[in-house]
């Protein structure tokens, strides 16, 4: 047997493993006073202050035993297969673009909020090895650069090396935030039964290993709140008297609510000497929010300020930039996650600025910063640029919500698509996938019981004419797959490419819309759909906050994409914000968006659906449709937390991308189809 350690102040080193179903394997039995699995639910003592607590050591063993790789020959490449790595029918596999798709052992466990790990040693049986006929395959994803689309090849810096793919037979992460409402400390352990030697085309594998993990966990809970709020409402002041109707209807509905300006924030924040600028501020202050009154839901009010480049409610950008991974490196783009991911798993502050150069998230080829990630609170943002538009959202959530939405019309599912890429030669050349059009249908697949309003390009243009015909219906859920930019949705006839476009669906589009009271939920696969950092200012200005030309790079591209950022809103926040109509709510991207292409590990089911947005959207809608969660930013948070439990890797810039761009314009509380 091999003897390794990972110890935790040694520098761990995250691997990857990407798909749908959860699934555990724990080799002992533990005792729930010591560990809680996946799944279980954590109790946490109410009614008291946070303090510092004392901690208790536990050791756990979890065996594995595999059987010999299975190797198939798929596009003149290998795809390796392990038994136990199944979960049937689907599989684990790390999964990260241009990177080698090799299967994984997933475990993952909920551990007492701010429970460390000191030590992770694991033994295993002697590598054996196994030669390939082809190169192991790797993971597919395209993107349309606005003349044509690409897919994104493999890693040279993998392939080309003589390094073993990944370092580690074993590797774990961890992290803190809200599992199902309860604060949790996180444990992902990835197991891989199976290595790639590239130098040599071969694959070296194990038959068994053991992992010996020794965490410690607090006693008594860390967070010991003075008493409960349920809601924490957060605006610019002369927004304030406008949303006390607001403040009064969740108080009536049993939802616990303070209200506070920015101004008395800045204040109180000021006085304690927490957070070095407003952003900061904030986020010190709905951390002190959980700490006394065990906060659940943050909800932001504002955005810009009218049509101005000025913020009355200021943001946080991100700088996250995987760069090989998509169009171009975008630079920066706004974040609302900044403000919900409060702690780390150990229960530290998490400032997203760990070398303090007041440079945020920063993620590039040379520095990575000290990232969580995982939402603390379950947070939205009301699109209001005015007091107009906080009045309207005021009305439209007290509207929705109280009385139960008529079934006639909330039982309708809207889906939008069509043909998202060209054949990127992951496909037979006579075979032609409308991937969008895929999506849709395992939207439906994932909401039983909803009648879909089918608007898609192979059987029509999809357009101001046959969109609004169908918004107006009415829907309980709206989802829109395809392509975006601030200012439209579109996306293929088939076959895709670069002159086959739908005429699509614009801002402009949306004045025409009827559904009054008949508003979904709106999920959207696309870019820069709720990039709302966009006003009619910029035609002026020239560039973006923060001043960084980075479309310059692109010919062609500058000029196109800056005219969609001249625009009085963006795409979602205008359909959010729209009176007597549109969305009540609306999830899209802040950035570029990315899905998954082909099948690389050839399971029969396209990679679109499996990573990266396409999975962020179809498990938002499964947690409603299937788990039958009715609050909106439980059912956001909690996508995110598990997107965040799969896919998070030492390298995977992409996904952390994913979640921080994934923007809720909407009441993070409100009750789905509303109050009974």
């Not at 969580?372 to 959202?393: A, F, K």
């Amino acid at each position: 047997m091999k003897n390794t350690r990972i110890n935790k102040y040694e520098g761990i080193k995250i691997m990857n493993f990407k798909k749908l179903i959860t699934f555990l394997i724990i080799s002992i039995f533990l005792s729930s006073n010591c560990l809680n699995v996946l799944g279980s639910q954590l109790q946490t003592e109410k009614n008291k202050i946070f303090k510092t607590t004392n901690f208790a050591t536990t050791t756990f063993e979890l065996k594995f035993n595999f059987s010999i790789p299975e190797v198939v020959p798929y596009n003149n490449y290998s795809v390796v297969r392990v038994n136990e790595t199944n979960h049937n029918p689907f599989e684990y596999f790390n999964y990260d673009p241009g990177k080698p798709v090799l299967p994984v052992n997933l475990s993952m466990f909920n551990l007492k909020f701010g429970s460390k790990i000191i030590s992770l040693d694991y033994e295993y049986s002697t590598p054996e090895i196994m030669n390939l006929s082809f190169p192991l395959i790797f993971c597919g994803a395209s993107y349309d650069n606005g003349v044509n689309i690409n897919f994104i090849s493999m890693d040279l810096s993998i392939y080309k090396s003589e390094d073993i793919y990944p370092k580690n037979w074993v590797s774990y992460h961890t992290g803190g935030g809200l599992f199902y409402g309860e604060r949790t400390t996180f444990l992902v352990l990835k197991v891989y039964p199976v290595r790639y030697i590239p130098g040599d085309n071969q694959i070296e594998f194990i038959r068994n290993i053991t992992v010996s993990i020794t965490y410690q966990q607090p006693i008594e809970p860390i967070i010991q709140p003075e008493y409960k709020r349920d809601l924490l409402i957060i605006a610019p002041q002369n927004f304030i008297k406008y949303l006390e109707p607001l403040v009064n209807f969740k108080s009536e509905h049993n939802i616990k609510t303070e209200l506070y300006s920015l101004q008395d924030i800045y204040s109180i924040m000021s006085n304690s000497l927490n957070g070095r600028d407003e952003q900061e501020q904030i986020k010190y202050f709905i951390k002190e929010a959980i700490e006394k009154w065990d906060i659940t839901y943050v909800l932001l009010v504002g955005g810009r300020e009218g049509q101005t480049n000025t913020w009355n409610f200021p943001v946080r950008y991100s700088h996250v930039i995987p760069s090989d991974e998509q169009e171009y490196p975008e630079q920066y783009f706004i974040s609302d996650l900044y403000y919900a991911d409060i702690f780390d798993g150990e229960g530290n502050f998490s400032s997203w600025d760990s070398n303090f150069d007041d440079i945020f998230a920063v993620w590039n080829e040379t520095f990575k910063e000290d990232m969580d990630s995982y939402p603390d609170v379950y947070l939205g943002r009301l699109p209001c640029r005015n007091i107009p538009e906080v009045r309207v959202m005021v009305n439209k959530i007290i509207e929705y919500e109280q009385k139960p939405c008529d079934k006639e019309w909330f039982n309708n599912l809207l889906l939008v698509g069509g043909d998202s890429y060209i054949n990127t030669g992951q496909w037979p050349e006579d075979v032609v996938v409308n991937e969008g059009e895929l999506a849709c249908e395992a939207a439906i697949d994932v909401m039983p019981g909803f009648n879909p309003l089918k608007v898609y390009a192979t059987f029509d243009d999809i357009n101001r004419e046959t969109v609004n015909e169908a918004f107006n219906q009415g829907a309980g859920f709206a989802y829109f797959c395809g392509h975006g930019n601030p200012a439209s949705w579109g996306t293929h006839f088939e076959p895709a490419n670069s002159s086959n476009w739908v005429s699509g669906y614009q801002l402009q589009d949306m004045v025409n819309l009827k559904n009054r009271e008949k508003q979904p939920i709106t999920v959207v696969g696309g870019c820069h759909n709720a990039q709302f950092d966009v006003t009619m200012w910029n035609i002026l200005l020239g560039i973006r906050e923060e001043g960084f030309k980075y479309f310059s790079l692109k010919k062609g591209k500058v000029g196109q994409f800056w005219y969609n950022e001249w625009v009085p809103n963006c795409w979602a926040w205008w359909l959010t914000s729209k009176p007597n109509g549109g969305a009540i709510a609306t999830i899209a991207n802040t950035g570029l968006g990315t899905h998954g292409d082909g099948d690389q590990n050839n399971n029969g089911i396209v990679d679109y659906l499996e990573v990266l947005d396409g999975w962020l959207e179809l498990r938002f809608l499964e947690l409603y449709g299937i788990e039958n969660n009715e609050i909106l930013g439980l059912n956001h948070g909690q996508t995110i937390t598990e997107y965040l439990n799969l896919f998070l890797d030492d390298d995977s810039k992409m996904d952390v991308k994913m979640v921080q761009q994934w923007e809720l314009f909407g009441d993070p509380s409100l009750k789905i189809g509303g109050y009974s």
